[in-house]
């Protein structure tokens, strides 16, 4: 039952009215019937319409929904019923007109105003009518008084409800704004990029303030630039204009929103924006931390100005926009210090300042970029941008105020005016440079590693406005922080690979003093590296010389300039003398003395120096004692290799000297044909070291002779078979004895080979062409051609024109073609000058072989092991000055195995041979106590 009763105010009142009117006609209420009668239809009627739209909607209606018609009829229901109570002198029906126009007010506004006025004066009109009909008319001053309370009435109703409409306009206004500008502060707080992020600033001011222009706009130093735009204001993004013009410079000025009715007549305008057509404009500031960030330019292509509700829709889009600005600099800060992390990430200390300075330069849009390295008292720019460039020529000098607040404090220092809170110092060229370009506002922060404040990051403005806000400090301490972390890495680095540096040219230095020998050469290559080791202005090196107590200078240089010096200074108390008397090295402000030393002998003293004070630390003192180590060492193994040489050519002349002697014929013929191979050779053009193992090998060609018998070497007629074979195996037999000693093994190809043909005739491998090197036919010709030339035994000496005929004649069969152009064009060169140099060969009486190119790499490679080599070489030497004139072959197996066994410290040995069948071995020779056997 009770879901059948109408919950509509609406239908209920006119229900209510309807029992009313109802029962006021039954009790006898005086009234026109057939009227009321249709008054009383007319509420029925609007109470059933009411009712069918309540269930149409399945709710009851609300005010603001009730159409205007039925709104319509209730007047006029109204109307009739106050023409229907006309006979009733005291009827206060237009009561029911006011109150139904009261909601038609409400509901039609200003036509519900005049609705209500109409149908009051259409009652009134027909009550009179009736009053007048029963001869009842109502006097004048009731009909006047009445109007004019009605018309109070409505006038006040009619502002009543006028205020209320204005007042709900405002609300629903707000509301819709307030819902707006949520909805546009989400989409503001999405964005993380300030570009974006400025762009949906300018569409949502466009769409706020229902304007057709909107433009965000920065400041960067002296000038502002349009950095996004919304409808005509997309024309002008990317425009530049100074500070202080337009309606940007007077919001900077007051710090606050300004709006102008009329742009065009504007006479600071910036003509880029009022050539778009923009008329009324209105300016709102974006603060950051308290500081200018930007603004928001809104502005209508009519004259329609902004009200107070637009600024304050504007304001608040401009709070909501500072925020998500300082949202996205946070994030844009983050990934800009992450990207910059990765890309120090393997750089160089250089690197390092370089690229944080351009960063912070371009993150800050700031005119003075400074980084200065701080040592003590005392600083020097690392890198300068902008109108601090003029800096980075600057060198050492006293810190200025600024540093000096910075390394007292070890943390940030930011000034809002840098001439006004900082005194100047005319005696500090950088503060005197800030002056002269008119540093304002500006930032120090301290970049601290290991405890102590190694650098400083500065960054300042010339711009008298700007300041720096919370962001911007933690942007520059978040560089200095990262600053000393890649700092930190790339000293660690850097140290690291300048230690593999030293280390690698510490060993590249070691390799060359290896290739050279004479002390001068040793000094420059310690010269050279030193100036790659550690920082070098002045350098020398003095040999100690120990019998005379004196210091032998080899090098003393300064700067780059190094001349050999052979000053002689004797000991004393000097801080070279310092080091000869005890051993240890010797340190000054500026110079370093080091011993040499090598096996734990004292080679010499080298001294090192720098111009700047305490520039040698313990490692560059400890990497120049190596290289003094290594230059001692240099020294006494040229030493060692020298005294080797001389050993070494002293055995190869006597060896050969041992096989000539045994011949009076061939006295000196090594030498000869060594001396023809040398010129052979360098006709050739072949290389140093050729021409050196061809003039050894030339010397040590016959010294398989030694095994030859002297009956068969001095035969004068022909050799039989048997002897041949003996003869032939010489070269066999010299190849082993060369072999024997390291030194000398590779001549053996030239000993082996110096009998094979070019044909592949010869002996003893009867190789031939390519396989037989070049070294050995050179001296094959040169031997050829000697024994032609010289008289033998067997043969009478033949003229040089019958031995150059005899190399032509057998060029390209026994002899090397190319060997054979270049001997006959060296002879006929020699010929056409007098034929000097063919006098002097046959003069020879012993090579002279003081000039052969070192004794060969096999040497040097084991000049280590100097004792076992020289060893080696002393046998030989006594092999041939004891056995050239020994016949018999038991006597010589017992000298061989004596002089072995000697030179090795044996005290017994054996000397076995095959016997004739080859089937066992025989004791030819024996010494000590198996002498017995």
């Known amino acids: 039952m009770w879901g059948l009763f109408p919950r509509d105010p609406l239908l209920v009142g006119r229900i209510g009215a309807c029992l009313g009117a109802v029962a006021w006609l039954a009790l006898g209420g005086l009234g ?163 570009l974006a992020l400025f762009q949906t600033i300018a569409r949502s001011a466009l769409l706020l303030a229902n304007a057709e222009h909107a433009t965000i706009n920065v400041r960067r130093g002296e000038e502002f630039y349009i950095a996004a735009g919304a409808g005509t204001g997309e024309r002008v993004v990317g425009v530049h204009a100074p500070a202080e013009m337009g309606i940007v410079g007077a919001v900077l000025r007051a710090r606050a929103t300004v709006a102008i009715d009329d742009y065009g007549t504007d006479p600071t305008a910036v003509p880029a924006v009022r050539d778009v057509g923009v008329r009324a404009l209105i300016c709102v500031p974006i603060f950051l931390h308290g500081e200018f960030a930007a603004t928001i330019t809104v502005g209508r292509l009519d004259r329609r100005p902004f009200d107070a509700e637009d600024r304050a829709a504007l304001e608040g889009l401009a709070s909501h926009a500072s925020i998500a600005l ?33 960063t912070m330069q371009a993150v800050f849009d700031l005119e003075w970029v400074l980084i200065s390295e701080l040592k003590g008292e005392e600083g020097r720019p690392l890198a300068a941008l902008g109108k601090a460039r003029p800096a980075r020529d600057h060198g050492w000098s006293p810190l200025g105020p600024l540093l000096r607040q910075v390394v007292a404090a070890r943390e940030l220092i930011v000034l809002r005016d840098y001439m006004s809170d ?38 300042g403005t010339t711009d008298p406005y700007r300041s720096f806000d919370a962001i911007e400090r933690r942007e520059l301490l978040a560089f200095a922080d990262l600053a000393s972390s890649a700092l930190r890495a790339a000293n660690e680095r850097r140290e690291r690979e300048r230690r593999i540096g030293r280390l690698s040219a510490l060993n590249v230095l070691a390799w060359q003093l290896g290739a050279v020998h004479e002390p001068f050469d040793i000094a420059r290559l310690a010269f050279d590296a030193a100036a790659t080791l550690v920082p070098r202005d002045t350098f020398s090196i003095a040999r100690y ?218 002996y003893p491998d009867e190789l031939g062409g390519d396989l037989v090197p070049i070294e050995a036919y050179v001296v094959a010709a040169a031997d050829a051609f000697e024994v032609i030339v010289s008289r033998r035994a067997y043969k009478p000496a033949q003229t040089v024109e019958h031995a150059c005929a005899e190399l032509l004649r057998c060029r390209g069969t026994q002899f090397h073609p190319a060997v054979v152009d270049a001997f006959l064009r060296l002879i006929e060169r020699d010929r056409a000058q007098g034929a000097a140099q063919l006098r002097r060969i046959a003069g020879i009486l012993h090579e002279d072989i003081e000039d052969v190119p070192g004794p060969g790499v096999l040497l040097e490679q084991f000049a280590a092991s100097a004792q076992t080599h020289g060893r080696q070489l002393a046998i030989l030497q006594r092999l041939a000055s004891e056995i050239s004139a020994v016949l018999d072959i038991d006597d010589l197996a017992e000298r061989l195995l004596r002089i072995i066994c000697d030179a090795m410290g044996y005290e017994n040995g054996f000397l076995l041979t095959l016997d004739d069948a080859g089937d066992y071995l025989v004791i030819r020779a024996a010494v000590g106590p198996s002498g017995s056997y």
């Open 545 to 762: 010389d120990e019998r005379s107590n004196e210091l032998a200078f080899v090098i003393n240089a300064r700067g780059d300039e190094a001349k050999a010096d052979e000053t002689r200074m004797q000991v004393g108390s000097g801080p070279a003398s310092l080091v000869i008397q005890s051993g240890e090295l010797h340190r000054t402000p500026s110079e370093v003395h080091l011993p040499m030393k090598s096996r734990g002998k004292l080679v010499g003293v080298l001294a090192c120096g720098a111009d700047a004070p305490s520039s040698l630390d313990d490692e560059d003192v400890a990497v120049l004692q190596t290289l003094a180590n290594l230059v001692a060492t240099a020294f006494e193994n040229a030493e060692a290799l020298g005294r080797m040489r001389e050993l070494y050519l002293a055995s190869v002349r006597a060896l050969a000297a041992a096989v000539d002697a045994r011949d009076p014929y061939t006295r000196s013929h090594s030498a000869r044909v060594a001396a023809l191979s040398r010129g052979i050779a360098e006709e050739m053009q072949l290389s140093a070291d050729q021409v050196r193992r061809i003039q050894l090998g030339a010397l040590l060609h016959d010294i398989g002779k030694i095994g030859v018998p002297d009956a068969i070497l001095n035969k004068p007629g022909a050799l039989s078979p048997d002897e041949w074979v003996m003869m032939r195996s010489h070269s066999m037999l010299g190849a082993s004895i060369v072999n024997a000693v390291e030194p000398l093994r590779d001549l053996v190809p030239i000993v082996r080979s110096h009998h094979e043909r070019y044909d592949g005739g010869g």
């Open 422 to 459: 900082r005194g100047i110092e005319p005696e500090r060229a950088i503060s005197m440079l800030a002056r002269d370009v008119g540093v304002h506002a500006i930032m120090v922060a301290p970049i601290i590693f290991d405890g102590e404040i190694r650098a400083a990051l500065t960054v």
């Open 326 to 358: 300082r949202n996205a600099r946070l994030i844009e800060q983050g990934r800009r210090l992450e990207a910059l992390s990765r890309e120090l990430s393997g750089a160089m200390p250089e690197d390092v300042i370089d690229r944080i300075a351009h």
């Open 32 to 194: 026109v019937l057939p009227v009321a009668a249709t008054a009383l239809v007319l509420l029925l009627a609007t109470s059933v319409w009411v009712w069918r739209l309540d269930s149409k909607r399945g709710r009851a209606l609300q005010l603001h929904e009730v159409p205007p018609q039925l709104v319509i009829a209730d007047l006029v229901t109204g109307a009739v019923w106050m023409i229907g109570s006309a006979t009733n002198p005291r009827s206060i029906a237009f009561v029911i007109v006011l109150a139904v126009g009261a909601f038609a007010m409400y509901r039609l506004k200003r036509a519900g105003l005049i609705a209500t006025m109409t149908t009051y004066v259409a009652a009134r009109v027909g009550m009179e009518a009736v009053r007048l009909s029963i001869g009842e008319p109502t006097p004048i001053s009731q009909v006047i008084a009445e109007a004019f309370v009605v018309g109070i009435v409505v006038i006040i109703l009619s502002a009543t409800v006028d205020s209320y409409h204005a007042e709900q306009s405002r609300a629903e206004s707000a509301l819709r704004r307030g819902k707006s500008l949520e909805r546009l502060a989400a989409d503001i707080a999405a964005e993380t990029e300030p």
